[in-house]
């Protein structure tokens, strides 16, 4: 039975757990998968509005290099005394103007107080005329300079450092996020970007890396792995820094070994983009246009109307965050977040410092809520099949253990039912032989051994024909007479047969029958009476040292009650249902020395279901057995 239980161990449930562990990981590496892929989708957003950002600030330089040509040919000197005002009429997104000769002196009189172009030169005069050195990031594809903050500038600007264009060249080789989603196809890269040979030496001193406004998804993962403690990290995504490098240059730095370009700076916290443009023929004159940034907002919130992905921006919402990290535009106007927690977001370029273009999903708890209810619906699958493997596996265990326990009470059932014919076998065959002997002449003797032999092999028939009907029954092959059956008629007759037997056991053998009108039932006469007769003889085996036993019927509503009891030794509570069990026996004849073979009691239940009623074993008080049996009248 252990061999067994351990085979269905092994070979199934422990398979069973394993796949189940194999299911819930490969659901996880899916799980993953799918994330990593929303990720990807959502990045590539970003890196799109981005770009589509970026080439639009390219087509204000663009359009403001044309322009400056145009005014400069139209107008004459006026386009260098009236430049403010010429380009204002001329172009809606320009906030103010000047013109700067020789990098060192206004050629524009001084505004009206309070006024736009008053605003612009207040910000910004003392940069263009390279009165101040100022700290930029600096984006070498673009051209692009930044600065972070005027206020404490440093005096020392004049002081030999590190050459423009070799800081450039680091930055163009540093890694970056923004470089890698948006390649020089944005076009701007020569745009102002000093040929290196050209450029002067002027300071470029560097300043810290800047954290960014916001705290992607991916980056969460890392510094909540405490990656962010080692502090040898730097840049990319464990630190979160941007990849935009302040450097403090002047004036000439920005202008030198180009033509035009575009130059943004945080003054103050204000964002000033600034275009600029040599004068075609005398390169002294450079033309400065600052873009109304609220103007350029309201282009920039037409760019993010059409976001680039209609399966993308149903799942996800886009903002272009400021340098202040609040949102700019949004794809869905409605849709509000913590700005500063989005799943994904790309940095927009130089000219744009510290703007971000973010991703937020606009339901965050569907991913986990589908994962969720993926993940419990394996564990119910798993659960479930394992259950049934678990159970499949103790039936199994079960049943085979009653096999094996029947196989070996069968194996009992020969050795018994061999030694219940041995016993009349043995004593017909000494009969038989002292009747062949000298003893044969004496009448009397010889008519005492033919009735034991007559007795002997009447028990013999008997024990062959209980066999016999048992084996038939038990295939399902014994036809039974049903015919109506007067059973106090029956159960008289029968108790008559017997009484002898019972008496000669030394027991008193009561019978108690209803007077009249005794329940009739429709049954086989002869099964009937064996179920009878095998109480009785069971009552004469197993009980005869209590000296009674009492047959009692009884007509109830529910049918017909026969009770056999006794004051017998009664059967042990482990075995009173087995007993009705074919070929079980509480003691084997050879240890108890009682003769059976243990298919009496399985007959009797046969017989009764087959009559659609029942058999059962009750204890009696005050010591002994009752066994009771219930059958339906006849209708
Ligand atoms: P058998 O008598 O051939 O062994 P049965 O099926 O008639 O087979 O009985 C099954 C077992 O039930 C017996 O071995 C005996 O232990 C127990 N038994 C039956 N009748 C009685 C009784 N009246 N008192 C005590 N034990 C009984």
């Known amino acids: 039975m252990k061999r067994i239980v351990l085979v269905l161990l092994l070979a199934i449930l422990l398979p069973a757990v394993l796949l189940a562990g194999l299911a819930l990981r490969s659901l996880r590496d899916q799980e993953l998968v799918v994330e990593s892929q929303r990720t990807r989708l959502l990045q590539s957003g970003c890196d ?88 930029v990031f600096q984006a070498a594809p673009l051209g692009a300079l930044v600065e972070a903050e005027t206020a404490a500038a440093p005096k020392e600007f004049r002081k030999e450092s590190e050459s423009l264009s070799a800081s450039m060249e680091k930055k163009a080789s540093a890694p970056s996020k923004w470089k890698v989603a948006v390649p020089e196809s944005r076009g701007l890269a020569p745009m102002a970007a000093p040929a290196p040979a050209a450029a002067p030496a002027p300071a470029a001193a560097a300043a810290p890396q800047m954290t960014r406004n916001v705290m992607p998804m991916q980056q969460r993962a890392v510094s909540e792995e405490g990656q962010m403690a080692d502090a040898t990290l730097s840049g990319g995504a464990a630190g979160n820094f941007s990849s935009l490098t302040p450097e403090s240059v002047d004036n000439t730095q920005v202008t030198s070994g180009a033509n035009e370009g575009a130059v943004s700076r945080l003054v103050d916290g204000t964002l000033h983009i600034l275009l600029w443009k040599r004068h075609p023929q005398d390169p002294s004159l450079t033309f400065w246009t600052e873009l109304d940034l609220q103007a350029v907002k309201m282009d920039l919130a037409g760019i993010l109307a059409a976001p680039p992905d209609a399966a993308v921006s149903s799942e996800a919402c886009f903002a272009l965050l400021d340098s202040e990290g609040a949102p700019a ?37 569907s991913l986990n809520a589908a994962a969720r209810k993926v993940r419990l619906t394996l564990w119910i ?41 041995k016993t009349p076998l043995t004593s017909i065959r000494m009969f038989s032989e002292l009747l062949a002997g000298p003893g044969a002449e004496d009448p009397q003797k010889t008519r005492h051994y033919a009735e034991i032999l007559s007795r002997e092999s009447a028990r013999l028939s008997r024990l062959i024909n209980r066999l016999l009907d048992f084996s038939k029954l038990d295939r399902g092959e014994m036809r039974l007479e049903r015919e109506p059956v007067d059973l106090a008629s029956l159960v008289r007759e029968t108790v008559g047969d017997l009484r002898e037997s019972v008496e000669a056991a030394g027991m008193t053998l009561s019978l ?104 059962r074993h009750e204890p009696r008080k005050g010591g002994g057995s009752v066994f009771v049996l219930h059958l339906p009248l006849d209708s």
């Open 381 to 421: 699958v798993i659960l479930a099949l394992v259950g049934a493997v678990a159970i499949g596996s103790v039936l199994v265990a079960r049943s085979v253990g009653d096999e094996m326990k029947l196989a070996a009470r069968k194996t009992d059932f020969v050795g018994n039912v061999s030694h219940e014919l």
């Open 329 to 365: 535009a949004l794809t869905r106007p409605d849709f509000t977040a913590d700005w500063s927690l989005p799943f994904v977001a790309s940095e927009v370029g130089p000219l744009l410092p510290r703007w971000e273009v973010a991703a937020y999903l606009i339901d965050p708890g």
């Open 48 to 135: 799109g509005l981005a770009d589509r950002i970026n080439r639009f600030l390219e087509d204000l330089r663009v359009f403001h290099e044309q322009l400056v040509e145009e005014i400069v040919t139209e107008e004459g000197d006026r386009a260098t005394t009236e430049f403010d005002a010429l380009v204002r009429e001329r172009w809606s997104q320009a906030a103010a103007a000047t013109v700067v000769r020789d990098g060192t002196t206004l050629l524009t009189e001084r505004p009206e107080p309070g006024s736009a172009a008053d605003r612009f030169l207040t910000a910004n005069g003392e940069f263009l005329t390279n009165r101040r050195v100022a700290e």
């Open 512 to 615: 108690a029958l209803p007077d009249s009108g005794g329940p009739v039932v429709a049954g086989d006469r002869d099964a009937l009476a064996q179920i009878v007769v095998n109480l009785l003889g069971n009552a004469v085996k197993y009980a005869s040292a209590g000296k009674s036993v009492e047959v009692s019927l009884e007509r109830t509503q529910g049918g017909a009650v026969l009770s056999v009891s006794d004051r017998g030794p009664g059967v042990p509570r482990a075995h009173r249902r087995r007993i009705f069990e074919r070929f079980y026996r509480v003691d084997d004849s050879i240890h108890s020395g009682i003769d059976g073979s243990g298919i009496g009691l399985a007959l009797c239940r046969q017989i009764a279901e087959r009559h659609g009623g029942s058999i």
